[in-house]
């Protein structure tokens, strides 16, 4: 094997990640609970250790060389991200704390200020809490309508009422890839039939961006959001990709040190974009994380993270509906598809079987609505089981969670 | 964890005991688990301070189901007084497993649901140990 091909093999991949060969108990972790977090590799750890032991100074502040130095680290990793995410620019890049402060940001900054009172905010019944609860925090400030567009029995988007849903609406907030279908909706589409009737577009891209190549340019939407910790990179670092003219005519969103250019006693001018959204000391040494997250997903490349992630879900796709009485939630076509899988295992209740997997076999499944209760009750379920798959996850995996399954069945009698 | 206390579990989860209504009852009384979707509704019938008769449904994980039908076998013939008095402890030592912290809330459903009708019942205010 060459070394590129050795690199790019999940086998080789997992030394990298010391958590998986780090023992709990008798057996290796079985990690499939990517879509909540992923697991950070040995170089995104170093890089955030070398820079508190190297580099560590305030941003934006020092005339001394290490805060210079500080800054540019900061900055670099704008840019960095910004063609990584293909922004037209590092200036559309805001960093967040994760993918709910950045639809956060977009509500009170953007919705509240920019859509007329009586307005209409669209989003889809598949969505997580963090695309939903916002617009409802806001909506009653303003009189918004939020309506909900449907989603069909095999786990798409019902897209046959579009045009009235779209129609007069002033903002369209769409997952670009739901955390428990799977499904990758078409988001560049939706942004053109949207942008046709005036309406601006926010796409959660928390389940997309770290598992394929996502291009802001290509989508053409407005806003943008994902979370650095569900892409190798530390918790407490994620990105708001926003149309710079927007962030322009946006106010702030939280009001503090950085984020302005001058501050009297009565009154503030704001700083320019991107800092005037960046308000306060920022999270330095997790930017710097996500900066080496960045690089490592850049160098195993994102076509074949989606590649492997497709072959993973193909195996689980296949294993998992030979099993008896498993009902696999969402759309049957992979390429339809993100690297997970949520279902139902006969009358085991998910959070007595991802107890017992943990306990029998050291395999960490999600269990319960994933934060969206909405899509659940459509589905007219409490609660499933997720398996989500990542870069270091391997066949073996998929056969173990299958095996794991049959036992679950016949120790529940199910 | 010890196997035989797990299948015990199993066993009120498949074959619950005292499941069902009391078309009587002079408690009723229901309370869920949001987060996981765990549903208790328990009857009782009191007859001079002493649970004469207890019924209960529900729906939701082994631990919870388990967790109400092993406290209603033992709570018939207990006076309301001693009911009040059961705690967090007797309901792991009934259960005699270990459980995490989530599972915790699954295994104090029945607990929470009994207690919040009895006090109810004598006109009390429940304080929540947790
Ligand atoms: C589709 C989707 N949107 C938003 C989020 C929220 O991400 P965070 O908790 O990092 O803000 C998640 C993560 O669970 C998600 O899966």
Redesign the pocket.
């Known amino acids: 094997m060459s070394q590129e091909a050795a690199s790019k093999s999940p086998y080789r991949i997992r030394e990298d990640f010391p958590i998986l060969s780090a023992r709990r108990g008798s057996k290796p972790l079985v990690y499939l609970d990517n ?2 977090t992923s697991q950070k590799p040995r170089q995104v750890l170093q890089a955030m250790e070398k820079y508190y032991a190297e580099l560590n100074a305030n941003v934006h502040r020092g005339v001394y060389d290490l805060s210079i130095e500080a800054t540019e680290r900061y900055e670099s990793v704008r840019r960095l991200v910004a063609g990584f995410i293909d922004a037209h620019s590092w200036r559309e890049v805001v960093f967040t704390r ?3 402060e950045a639809i956060n940001l977009v509500a009170y900054s953007y919705a509240l200020g920019k859509i007329k009172r009586g307005g209409k905010i669209v989003f889809t019944e598949m969505e ?1 809490h ?2 939903i609860v916002p617009w409802q925090l806001i909506s009653g400030l303003k009189d918004l309508k939020l309506e909900a567009i449907p989603i069909t029995a095999d786990g798409y988007l019902d897209l046959s009422q579009i045009d009235r849903f779209l129609k007069d609406a002033d903002l369209l907030a769409i ?1 670009h890839a739901s ?1 428990v279908l799977g499904t990758i909706n078409p988001v560049k589409k939706l942004t053109k039939t949207a942008k046709e009737y005036g309406a601006a577009v926010l796409v ?1 891209a ?2 997309s961006v770290p598992h394929m190549p996502v291009s802001f340019k290509e989508i053409g939407c407005d806003f943008l959001a994902f ?1 650095g ?2 892409m190798l990179g530390p918790m407490g670092v ?1 990105c708001l990709i926003a149309r710079e003219e927007l962030l322009e005519s946006m106010d702030p969103f939280m009001g503090g040190g950085e984020m302005i250019r001058e501050v009297t006693l009565s009154s503030s001018k704001w700083n320019e974009v991107p800092w005037k959204f960046e308000a306060g000391t920022p999270s330095v040494g997790d930017v710097v994380g996500l900066g080496a997250a960045v690089e490592y997903l850049k160098r195993i490349g994102l076509d074949w993270v989606r590649r492997h992630e497709e072959e993973l879900t193909e195996t689980a796709l296949q294993e998992l509906s030979e099993i008896p009485h498993l009902r696999i939630i969402g759309p049957e076509s992979v390429k339809d598809r993100c690297g997970l899988v949520s279902f139902i295992l006969a009358d085991i209740h998910p959070h007595d079987l991802a107890d017992y997997l943990d306990k029998t076999f050291n395999i960490a499944v999600r269990a319960g609505h994933h ?1 969206a209760m909405p899509l659940h009750a459509k589905l007219g379920l409490t609660a499933t089981t997720r398996a989500s798959f990542y870069i270091y996850n391997t066949r073996e995996e998929i056969h173990m969670l299958a095996e794991g399954l049959r036992q679950a069945l016949k120790y529940f009698k199910a | 964890m010890a196997s035989q206390e797990l299948e015990n579990i199993l066993d009120h989860y498949r074959n619950p005991r005292n499941y069902g209504e009391l078309a009587d009852a002079d408690i009723r009384v229901k309370d869920s688990n949001p987060l996981c979707g765990d549903v208790v509704e328990m009857h009782i019938k009191v007859r001079d301070g002493v649970v004469e008769d207890i019924r209960f449904k529900g729906k939701g994980c082994a631990i919870s189901q388990a967790s109400a039908s092993m406290l209603t076998e033992r709570v018939r013939g207990k006076r309301l007084e001693e009911v009040k008095d059961i705690d967090r402890q007797y309901i792991l030592n009934m259960l005699g497993i270990e459980l995490s912290p989530v599972r915790l809330k699954c295994a104090l459903l029945s607990l929470k649901v009994l207690k919040t009708g009895v006090y109810t019942y004598l006109g009390e205010k429940l304080k929540l140990e947790d």
């Open positions: 879509a909540a994760n993918t709910t997580h963090s695309n997952v955390n959660d928390a389940q979370s910790h569900k994620g934060c």
